[in-house]
């Protein structure tokens, strides 16, 4: 075998590994690979979101609760029995 072909046959024979190394690798990570790791995270991030969401629209309306405005003075012209001069 020549020096030339040698090279080649090292090369290809290399990135065959190579190619076959990087497929083999897996993300434990990756939630795609694991269908219940994907299913637990999907229902936490809606439960928290749906949580989130419901906590801040309780929290506004505690903000911007009614206010009574018992001791405000209405014009006597405006009440429900009007009274003119």
Known sequence: MSA???FLFNMQHN???SHDA?????NPA???LNKPS???FLFLLFF??????SWAGCYNLYEHKYKSNKDAQAPESS???????
């Open 4 to 6: 030339k072909n040698y």
């Open 15 to 17: 990135q065959e590994h």
């Open 22 to 26: 990087h497929v083999d690798l897996d």
């Open 30 to 32: 990756d939630i795609e």
């Open 38 to 40: 994907k299913s637990r």
């Open 48 to 53: 928290f979101g749906i949580f989130i969401f």
């Open 79 to 85: 009440l429900y029995d009007p009274k003119y001069k």
